[in-house]
């Protein structure tokens, strides 16, 4: 969950932002020397300032935010920056227009706040699409809906709880998909997560196209049906939980199907961890030697 907007501001006012919100992103983005031990000698200071605010409350000011001392054209652009942020965050739907044409945060480097404008529920209909099909970074919070043009997210995408989820083009996830207890999520063509997999008690989660993830971890009650799903790390089937996995080849971590659990995995060769099936659980697995 990421709860700052971060910028790196150089001395000579210049500033640069990366949508993950990564100090170091935005400084192999601009292309800028990094700061190191002899700018700390230097008369001029540092040769870049970075800056941290979550864009909520009343701002504090460009000292409050720096992580080092800065000049007057550093404080300007840092006001500046974060004066339209809270404005912003103030409704990010009402304001969506800000990230477009002459707007302040246009640009595919904002793709943090394009998300906030995406799922916000007052963001006007002319701008969804075009934010829908542009690049976008998930700030980390559940969402109940999701445009149906979206392809591709950055970061976590997290299905809030009860909630019923369709994300029919959605294909590639960055971070974790995380549905949240009693929640649905269909995602018929997304092939790869980057992150881990986590369906929580009583959840759904329906990914025909699923290749490959981080961790896959079903809870009490939940079912998983990932029929393309090759390739994971570790794997947990929680009580009374369905994992139905038939092209699962290998787990890089343990296999853990726990009381009255079922795991079917026919294609299953090797788990790099252990294997732990207990009382009244079921692991369906012919083809496992390793």
């Known amino acids: 969950m990421c709860d700052f907007h971060s910028i790196i501001v150089r001395r000579d006012g ?19 020397r990094e700061n190191d031990q002899m700018t700390d000698f230097s008369e001029r200071g540092p040769f870049f300032t970075e800056c941290e605010w979550s864009g909520v409350g009343e701002y504090p000011g460009a000292e409050s935010v720096s992580k080092s001392s800065i000049n007057e054209k550093q404080r300007k652009a840092i006001d500046l920056h974060y004066q339209a942020l809270a404005k912003f965050v103030s409704n990010p739907g009402k304001n969506a227009a800000m990230l ?25 209909k002319q701008f969804l699409l075009k934010l829908a099909q542009s690049p976008l970074h998930s700030d980390g919070y559940p969402i109940k809906s999701l445009h149906p043009a979206v392809k591709e997210v950055s ?8 909630a019923t989820l369709t ?38 989660l329906t990914a025909p196209a699923l290749a490959k993830s981080g961790d896959v971890i079903v809870a009490q009650g939940a079912t998983l049906t990932a029929p393309a799903l090759a390739k994971s790390g570790y794997v947990r ?21 726990a009381q009255g659990a079922t795991l079917t995995a026919p294609e299953l060769k090797e788990v790099s961890g252990y294997v732990i099936v207990e009382q009244g659980a079921t692991l369906t697995a012919p083809k496992l030697k390793k």
């Not at 044409?101 to 640009?107: E, I, K, S, W």
């Not at 971070?175 to 959840?203: C, F, W, Y």
């Not at 139905?244 to 890089?252: D, G, H, I, Y």
Request: charged share 25%; with cysteine; net charge negative.
């Open 237 to 257: 089937v929680a009580q009374g939980a369905t994992l139905t996995a038939p092209e699962l080849k290998e787990v890089s971590g343990d296999v853990i199907v």
């Open 167 to 204: 994300a029919p083009e959605l294909k590639e996830v960055s971070g974790d998909v995380i549905v949240a207890q009693g929640a649905t999520l269909t995602a018929p063509e997304l092939k790869e997560v980057s992150g881990d997999v986590r369906v929580e008690q009583g959840a759904t």
């Open 155 to 162: 970061g976590d995408v997290i299905v809030e709880q009860g």
């Open 100 to 124: 477009f044409d002459a707007g302040y945060f246009f640009g595919d480097e904002y793709g943090d706040l394009r998300w906030k404008a995406l799922v916000h529920p007052e963001c006007p």
């Open 14 to 32: 210049a500033k640069a932002h990366v949508m993950t919100n990564s100090h170091s992103g935005a400084v192999k983005a601009a292309g800028w």
